[in-house]
């Protein structure tokens, strides 16, 4: 059975630190695209940071660059995100996501295959 599942998320006060996990079973975790996304109440899902996991090429999201960093542990089967210096605008529900079926469009939502159940980050200003 093919999942993903998230976990680490939390309750911070602004300027605090999360980090996110994804573990993936019954998935080819090497040498494929795997990103994190975010979603606030009523808005559209949108990249947070993007890793390829079979040469380590990482993208950031303006808005977290700096801030977030995105790793990889194939023998772990798991991607991470490192959640620095957190501002309230960072409150909303991560999803950890796989498999883009074009991989031109990774940064895009709405064409990965998998997807994890989310897991809540709120930051308290």
């Known amino acids: 059975q093919v999942q993903l599942v998230e976990s680490g998320g939390g309750s911070v006060q602004a300027g605090g630190s999360l980090r996110l996990s994804c573990v993936a079973s019954g998935y080819t975790f090497s040498r494929n695209w795997m990103g994190w996304f975010r979603q606030y109440p009523g808005k559209e899902r949108e990249v947070v940071a993007v890793i390829y996991t079979g040469g380590d090429s990482t993208y950031y999201a303006d808005s977290v660059k700096g801030r977030f960093t995105i790793s990889q542990d194939n023998a772990k089967n798991s991607v991470y995100l490192q959640m620095n210096s957190l501002k309230p605008e960072d409150s909303a529900m991560y999803y950890c996501?796989?498999?883009?079926?074009?991989?031109?469009?990774?940064?895009?939502?709405?064409?990965?295959?998998?997807w994890g159940r989310g897991t809540q980050v709120s930051v308290a200003s």
């Open positions: 996501a796989a498999d883009p079926r074009k991989p031109l469009e990774r940064y895009n939502p709405n064409y990965y295959n998998l």
